[in-house]
């Protein structure tokens, strides 16, 4: 796995827990297969929702009921179903505000990337279906998923893969591989 050497783990158990959940949802998304829905997740810690409502654990598997008695800061994500319609992630996230009991939140998504220069011969294209055309048609053209997750307290972890290199010890992590996604879903807990 590659990490981000600026920041190559986490420094608290707080940390460490979402990284392990970042790193989860990845794993469960890429089981999905590639070309899916943009997914938003909502993150709580599992021990403080069992107390809450002890019937999630007929909910959990054991594995994440083990890990809640192991450590208090173990994360559980709640997919969000019927998102409202929006033309772009960042309109879908702009939309959206966590209630306090919410620790943190994630999203996964797929992006497509190109050279630096056939970026900019898109971003010169003004027909939106000309431009897919000319997206479409690149041969150095690469898909990524993006899977981030940030917390209320300010902690956050990206996992990256690319579909080129679509294996699990090619995934990319780090806390701010995609600065601008998690300053967005850093908005969404404010």
Do not use: K
């Amino acid at each position: 796995m590659t990490q981000d050497t600026a920041n190559p783990s986490p420094a608290t158990p707080r940390h460490a827990a979402l990284t392990r959940l970042v790193t989860q949802l990845e794993e469960h998304v890429s089981r999905g297969g590639w070309d899916a829905p943009v997914g938003v997740f909502a993150l709580v810690r599992t021990a403080a929702a069992l107390e809450e409502d002890p019937a999630l654990a007929r909910m959990l598997d054991a594995v994440a009921l083990a890990e809640a008695r192991a450590d208090a800061e173990a994360l559980t994500a709640i997919e969000q179903g019927d998102l409202p319609p929006a033309n772009s992630l960042e309109e879908l996230l702009a939309g959206i505000v966590w209630p306090d009991e919410v620790d943190g939140t994630a999203v996964a998504t797929e992006r497509m990337v190109l050279p630096a220069d056939a970026e900019q011969r898109a971003a010169d294209i003004a027909d939106p279906d000309e431009r897919a055309a000319y997206l479409m048609s690149r041969p150095d053209r690469d898909d990524v998923r993006i899977v981030v997750g940030v917390l209320r307290s300010g902690e956050s972890w990206c996992a990256v893969r690319s579909r080129s290199h679509d294996s699990a010890d090619a995934v990319a992590t780090g806390a701010d591989l995609v600065p601008g996604l998690v300053e967005a879903l850093r908005r969404t807990l404010q």
